[in-house]
T-cell receptor
């Protein structure tokens, strides 16, 4: 139990569906992240929210839409995805500070399959 | 941009030592993390280095040379449960962490 909870753990969707991934952190951190993990590839940073404000958007296609309603919750809204978007989507949180020693705490991930 | 390189796979015998190297070229440097990820599970924190030198924590040690853009993770007295993927990650500013592709370590009996 890392203090970061992601739902659903598994999701299968068609290319025309709309779905959302949810992340909740109980650690009081001030930054939340979405990463995409594909087999044999580096974790790809998608979005970063610091104090509920988006501070990083790593050239992610518009079919992925993040939402951070408060410092404890992060969503990833999915719309008209492609089969190549199938991957493990990891949420993480961190206490970002000048010391930069804050480690990332990851959720278990949401395994997405796009048919 | 960020460029973080680590070997794809390593295999070692139970009880042995394995060293996983990580080289990086980043637009800024504010520390380096090592994470462990078992199959189907979340990555978990192993170590953090921001100054040159060796940090030891039980069977695991991590080394950093900032001038060489180089780090290694040393796993001693390998156990079967150490079979996992090991991720090197560099902090470039106060919120951005960039990861390598991970090194899959297989421990054989």
């Amino acid at each position: 139990e890392t203090g970061v909870t992601q739902t659903p753990r598994h999701l299968v969707m068609g290319m025309t569906n709309k779905k959302s991934l949810k992340c909740e952190q109980h650690l009081g951190h001030n930054a939340m992240y979405w990463y995409k993990q594909s087999a044999k590839k580096p974790l790809e940073l998608m979005f970063v929210y610091s104090l509920e404000e988006r501070v990083e958007n790593n050239s992610v296609p518009s079919r992925f839409s993040p939402e951070c309603p408060n410092s404890s919750h992060l969503f990833l809204h999915l719309h008209t995805l492609q089969p190549e978007d199938s991957a493990l989507y990891l949420c993480a949180s961190r206490q970002a500070s000048e010391a930069n020693t804050g480690e990332l705490f990851f959720g278990e991930g949401s395994r997405l399959t796009v048919l | 941009g960020q460029n973080i390189d680590q070997p794809t796979e390593m295999t070692a015998t139970e009880g042995a030592i394995v060293q996983i190297n990580c080289t990086y070229q980043t637009s800024g440097f504010n520390g380096l993390f090592w994470y462990q990820q078992h199959a189907g599970e979340a990555p978990t924190f192993l170590s953090y280095n921001v100054l040159d030198g060796l940090e030891e924590k039980g069977r695991f040690s991590s080394f950093l040379s900032r001038s060489k853009g180089y780090s290694y993770l040393l796993l001693k007295e390998l156990q079967m449960k150490d079979s996992a993927s090991y991720l090197c990650a560099v902090v470039s500013n106060d919120y951005k962490l960039s990861f390598g592709a991970g090194t899959t370590v297989t421990v054989r009996a």
